[in-house]
């Protein structure tokens, strides 16, 4: 695979530094990559785009599902996670983070990670959607993504790891061979390190989180603008499966305009017991799945926006008033406290929520050990696609999919670089082209991305609605290369251009693999295909970017997870 020879409009880099590994993100894979590879007697280097503990790790409520209950077995974890994958799932994959999981969560404890846990001292267990056991550990009650952050930072700040915080990724770099060489970066505000640079790198891992601000609401912080994903594909990686956003949902309803990062009610919620109702108090969920409000996401997702389609409503409720004001406090302390904000007490009323997105269960395809198809270039976390997640993610599995592959990118760096000895590559960058390949968009163009994706490729999707926002997408990335080829002109460089740019590519794709799959499958809602079609969908959708920034789509030829080394030739969309 080689390089598309794209690249953003950005400053030439004004600083460098190297290093055996660069890791570009401070969510639970990223941390987990960097003191892992740290461990090995690596050089690492640890880049994220805000401060270390802004990511989308610490805003995870419910927990990390691994099987550490008694009576609860892997085979068991692995069972509930294929049946949520709805067909997609890469079996191996799966087995791979449900027997390697609960060593990895107690690797996680002796980090400094510290969990709830019951009277008899044993860590407490709670149950989620799709999970037929309680298998959720969680900490501070509905606050295990903080708690989890807080021991990585604090792991990583004693080992002295050196760190780019507030710094923005912009594009790969390789050498002549086409294998990675590092990455060039935009440092914000004076350090360090500042402005545009590069850190050279033989290695370097994607752990940039997900893609939620593609749509006007979500549960993703402000940074979560696809730029691993968008970093990839410019990179000449393949991206799979990009068609599957889970929409959770319980989000707290905030208005029909609301926009932006929105309240998240957790699934621990409805795993103790809280009911999902209309306007009329009616239990709509029963008797729609064996599970009830505890079933898939999708499936709890699609519940919900038909009640409201069948009696217009904007939202439902969860109602858990029968909790009490005391486990409301102890268990779900966080949530209660962004209710209340809201001016919404859920100890004496039912909770407006409403699906809004969430996480992407597609991303950047690898292989078991994170490899993705350029040489030297890892993938983990949400940015990924390893094949576990299928068409749906089971609840609480991504914080689990987050250490487990990325002690596993750990250990192939290692043991790649101890193949090497003495003969340890030092990355050499080809030169950068010194005009820009990739025309930057306005940076008022992302609310348009995200009205368009918001209408067209959200949960509910149609022949109609996709032909419709690839069309307006495609309007905006037509106009702003016309601009760039007729007079030189792009908008100028910076932080929320290149986020917008970023947001504009992996939507154009996500809209190609939806509109190319016609079914509905997982977190896939087709209303012009309301049906499973395992005969001729049960596969996956790869989409790479060509040199002239047109997309390249293909399908697998079965639902096998194909090799990060396979090529084929693809349609050209």
Not at 182 to 205: I, K, R
Not at 326 to 352: K, N, S, Y
Not at 535 to 562: E, G, K, M, Q
Request: some cysteine.
């Amino acid at each position: 695979m080689t390089s598309t020879g794209i690249r953003l409009h950005a400053p030439a880099p004004g600083w460098a530094i190297s290093a055996d590994v660069v890791v570009v993100g401070s969510g639970v894979a990223g941390l987990t990559a960097a003191l892992r590879c740290q461990a090995a007697g690596l050089t690492t280097v640890v880049v994220t785009k805000a401060r270390l503990d802004d990511g989308s790790t610490r805003w995870a409520q419910g927990g990390i599902a691994a099987a550490l209950g008694e009576g609860d077995t892997p085979e068991q974890h692995l069972e509930d996670t294929l049946v949520a994958g709805a067909g997609l799932c890469d079996e191996e994959a799966v087995r791979t983070l449900v027997t390697e999981g609960p060593d990895a969560v107690r690797r996680l404890i002796s980090t400094g990670a510290h969990f709830d846990t019951d009277d008899e001292g044993d860590i407490h267990l709670t149950r989620e959607g799709g999970h037929h056991r309680r298998r959720i550990a969680h900490a501070g009650g509905d606050a295990t993504g903080a708690e989890v952050s807080r021991a990585l930072v604090e792991a990583v700040r004693a080992r002295g790891l050196h760190t780019i915080e507030n710094a923005l990724v912009l594009d790969l770099l390789t050498d002549a061979d086409g294998r990675t060489a590092g990455v060039t970066l935009h440092v914000m505000g004076e350090g360090q390190h500042d402005g545009v640079g590069a850190v050279h790198a033989p290695a370097v891992v994607l752990a940039t989180g997900g893609m939620g601000q593609v749509y006007s609401a979500t549960t993703n912080p402000a940074v979560s603008t696809g730029d691993g994903v968008a970093l990839a594909l410019r990179a000449g990686a393949e991206i799979s499966d990009l068609e599957f956003v889970q929409f959770h949902p319980t989000v707290l309803f905030l208005g029909a305009d609301a926009e932006g990062q929105q309240p998240l009610v957790s699934e621990a919620v409805r795993g103790e017991g809280a009911h999902l109702v209309d306007g009329d108090g009616v239990r709509f969920m029963v008797g729609r799945h064996e599970l009830a409000e505890l079933a898939p996401r999708d499936i709890v997702a699609k519940g919900i926006l038909r009640r409201m389609l069948e009696q217009g409503a904007e939202h439902m409720y969860l109602d858990a008033r029968h909790f009490g004001a005391e486990m409301w406090e102890q268990r779900f302390p966080t949530i209660l406290a962004a209710c209340r904000a809201h001016g919404i007490d859920p100890v004496t009323e039912p909770v407006p929520v409403a699906p809004a997105a969430h996480y992407a269960s597609g991303g950047v395809r690898t292989d078991a050990h994170g490899r993705t198809t350029v040489p030297g270039l890892y993938a983990c976390g949400e940015v990924a696609c390893t094949g576990v997640h299928g068409a749906n993610r089971l609840a609480s599995n991504s914080l689990l999919e987050g250490l487990v592959y990325a002690e596993r990118i750990a250990a192939d760096i290692a043991a790649a670089r101890a193949d090497d000895g003495l003969h340890a590559r030092v990355p050499v960058p080809v030169p950068q082209p010194d005009q820009p390949a990739h025309p930057l968009l306005a940076a008022e163009t992302r609310f348009a991305v995200q009205r368009i994706m918001t209408e067209g490729a959200g949960v509910l999707r149609s022949e109609e609605s996709l032909a419709r926002a690839a069309d307006q997408l495609q309007r905006l990335h037509t106009e702003a290369r016309e601009a760039l080829e007729e007079n030189g002109k792009t908008a100028e460089p910076g932080v929320d251009t290149w986020e917008a740019t970023n947001l504009l590519c992996v939507a154009r794709v996500l809209v190609a693999a939806a509109r190319l799959r016609e079914e509905t499958r997982g977190c896939h809602w087709r209303e012009d295909r309301a049906d499973r079609d395992d005969a001729r969908w049960r596969r996956h959708i790869v989409v790479r970017l060509n040199p002239d920034r047109s997309l390249a789509v293909r399908t697998t030829d079965t639902a096998d997870f194909p090799p990060t080394r396979q090529t084929q030739r693809p349609q050209e969309q």
